[in-house]
């Protein structure tokens, strides 16, 4: 059999060119269906225009896939019945092009040129291309998920987009899958449910929901399943599920079938196509489908670097390729064919034929019944202005609601990740035993201060660099998620970051007092209860500093330069706190890092606690000759006055604050700077 490449220069020239698909154009486009392929045409693909005027009700429903031996509308249409039905809409953008900052003295590339298309509602429809063609930035920008460097006009329903208002309609579902990997199906479902539709639907109603969801999803028989055990397409299918909870009018899927095997490409597409049957308007990017998903496509929109070469429906895609003089080879993908041009693998000279065919997607020519299609102006006059609503924020819940959902699902994550909860536990019993042994009764012992003010050290630098660390190598991975859930309303970012300020509380309080309860008696300190607290104060304080520092390095980069920064960063905090070189003796230009290093007033309120407070003589029982037999020669001879403790705790706290401030400015710049 000729190649694709030679059939196209073959047939180029031939009076009854040979097209795609079994399709043969005899003259004047008349088609003639092979008998041993599939032709590609409405009576037994989809005619999106025949799908949209029939009503959810209708039984006609021959032209309608097929799922497990039964009509998906038929089997499924009712299933949505707890979903209100909303008006279906028609996104429209005109000379739309999207231009990115390259960088400080780099300048800027433009990305989208000037392109135009029309998404009618109902529809299923896949924008293709070749890599790198622009397909994933085009969605960014009809999502609103890219707002800097757009430029020309979107409009819904023939009104410019209110980009507030739309959000409120739509979802956008990344190309990976951002799950919380160990939380059921189930569960999965109803936070979102419960972030979604609050605490006004009562539970029967989002269990009613979910489980028409699930059915219809076909993960029902996997509610009990843990998310990280589901396969890729049960995952994108949960992906989808979840975001159907609030019934978005418009959806944005990037790449749904990347990954996925062609049975569970199938069943997304689909999925995805009795979503639009039912009134939405699904928009999908895809790479290359196959001709079978291809089929399942109301309409295409054919992208090569940033231009449109072809918009109109999937049927009339050949009989477009024909009138252009640049026919489907016969037996060859539609679909494969039309990026094969994309790619510009038959000549540049093809591209531009196909983009000036398509008017750079101004052209409805290619739609099924162009002339039924309804200009910006009838589309006003058909839809009312939408009702203006005073409500500020973007969440369809509130604020308390967010949290305690968020709290409430953080909760279920640390119980399920018991290895986590467990290490950190086990962290600070096995760091406490092993300093215990190595400094025990070190803290009643005037001959071993030196040893003692050691182990002072070895704690804080144990109580900052643990929790920083994991919060530097866990931060990351929930950015992905935050992003996702942030971008489609399920929750401010105020209340994910008290969410995750407040979880960690607990574990933190309890950690920090097993360690200090250990070390404090093996090594022997003071046994008075108020210096127990004011150590005890210390501690958790420094592990709060740590784990605000590691948020804002986490919330900044990623897990390697984060995982670098770290400890590179708590050096220069180690050498001004006044361990190693006393704070006299720093030089004076270097004086203030001591005003800035959390690990100095840690470091002076451990000692107020074990030697402030004029502590009596210590005891002398190791040796002879005790240098430091009175604590205030000590704090003298460490530059220390002992009776700072409550100074040091404002301090602390007051770093607290700003490290915890940073870091939320920074993710929300970095929520910013994904626009
Ligand atoms: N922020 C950016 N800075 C520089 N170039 C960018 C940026 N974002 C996208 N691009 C470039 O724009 C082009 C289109 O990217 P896009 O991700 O939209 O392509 P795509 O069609 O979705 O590709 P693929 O199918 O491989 O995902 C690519 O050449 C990409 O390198």
């Known amino acids: 059999m000729l190649s694709a490449r030679d059939q196209f220069y073959s047939n180029a020239a031939s009076p009854a060119a040979a097209v795609g698909l079994g399709i043969e154009v005899v003259g004047e486009m008349q088609p003639v269906y092979h008998s041993t392929t599939m032709p590609l045409t409405a009576t037994n693909g989809y005619d999106s225009r025949r799908e949209s005027k029939t009503t959810p009700n209708s039984t006609n429903d021959s032209h309608v896939p097929a799922l497990n031996g039964k009509s998906l509308r038929e089997k499924d249409m009712e299933r949505f019945s707890n979903l209100p039905s909303r008006e279906p809409v028609d996104m429209e953008f005109n000379n739309l092009s999207l231009t990115v900052n390259l960088g400080f003295r780099k300048g800027s590339k433009e990305i989208l040129h000037d392109i135009s298309g029309k998404f009618s509602g109902s529809q299923l429809i896949a924008i293709m291309g070749p890599s ?81 969801i699930l059915l219809m999803l076909g993960l029902y028989d996997h509610d009990q399943t843990m998310t990280n055990r589901l396969s890729g397409g049960q995952k994108k299918r949960l992906s989808i599920a979840m975001e159907l909870i609030n019934n978005p009018t418009v959806m944005f899927l990037d790449e749904p079938t990347t990954g996925l095997d062609s049975s569970s490409c199938t069943k997304v597409l689909e999925l995805c196509k009795m979503l639009a049957q039912q ?108 009702k203006k609503t005073n409500k500020r924020s973007l969440e369809d819940t509130s604020y308390m609601n967010q949290l305690s959902v968020l709290m409430h699902r953080g909760y279920l994550k640390a119980k399920r990740d018991t290895t986590l909860t467990h290490l950190r536990i086990g962290v600070n019993v096995f760091v406490a035993v092993v300093l215990g042994a190595v400094y025990a009764n070190s803290g009643k012992e005037g001959s071993r201060v030196i040893d003692n003010y050691n182990l002072l050290f070895a704690i804080l630098m144990h109580h900052s660099m643990t929790t920083m660390m994991l919060t530097v190598l866990t931060f990351p991975i929930e950015m992905s998620i935050l992003l996702k859930e942030h971008f489609n309303r399920w929750y401010s970012l105020k209340a994910y970051y008290t969410s995750i300020t407040l979880l960690d509380l607990p574990l933190s309080i309890l950690g920090s007092l097993i360690f200090t309860i250990i070390i404090y008696l093996w090594s022997y300190q003071p046994m008075e209860w108020s210096r127990f607290w004011m150590f005890f104060a210390i501690s958790v304080l420094t592990v709060f500093v740590g784990q605000s520092f590691g948020l804002m390095i986490g919330a900044w980069f990623n897990v390697v330069n984060g995982t670098f920064l770290a400890p590179v960063l708590t050096i220069p905090m180690m050498m001004f ?79 607290i604050l700003i490290f915890r401030i940073a870091a939320y400015v920074i993710l929300k710049a970095k929520i910013k700077s994904v626009k």
Request: aromatic residues 10%.
């Open 132 to 212: 790198g063609a622009g397909k994933s930035t085009l969605l960014d920008a009809l999502s609103g998920f890219k707002t800097t460097g757009v430029d020309g006009s979107i409009l819904l329903n023939g009104r410019r987009r209110d980009l507030t208002a739309f959000r409120r309609m739509s979802c956008y579902i990344t190309q990976d899958d951002r799950l919380q990997p160990l939380l059921t199906v189930n569960e999965n479902m109803h936070i979102a449910a419960d972030l979604k539709l609050g605490p006004n639907v009562s539970f029967e109603e989002k269990e009613s929901r979910i489980e028409d």
């Open 279 to 386: 009134g939405r308007t699904i928009i999908c990017t895809i790479h290359q489908p196959t001709a079978k998903l291809f089929q399942i496509f109301d309409q295409v929109y054919v992208l090569a670097a940033g231009n449109c070469v072809y918009q109109g429906s999937t049927q009339k895609l050949v009989p477009f390729l024909q009138a252009v003089d640049l026919p489907c080879p016969m037996y060859h993908n539609p679909a494969d064919y039309i990026i094969e041009l994309a790619c510009g693998e038959y000549g540049q000279d093809k591209v531009d034929t196909l983009k000036s065919a398509s008017e750079n997607g101004s052209s409805l020519t290619w739609f099924n019944n162009p002339e039924s299609i309804l200009k910006a102006s009838e589309l006003m006059r058909k839809y009312p202005v939408a």
């Open 577 to 655: 706190a006044g361990f190693g070189v006393t704070l006299r003796d720093l030089p004076v230009y270097l004086k203030w890092g001591s005003h800035i290093s959390y690990l100095r007033y840690g470091l002076e309120g451990f000692v107020a606690a074990i030697y402030g407070n004029d502590r009596g003589t210590l005891e002398c029982e190791e040796a002879p000759y005790c240098h430091y037999r009175y604590p205030k020669k000590f704090l003298e001879e460490i530059t220390m006055t002992g009776d700072q403790f409550w100074n040091d705790v404002i301090a602390l706290v007051i770093i």
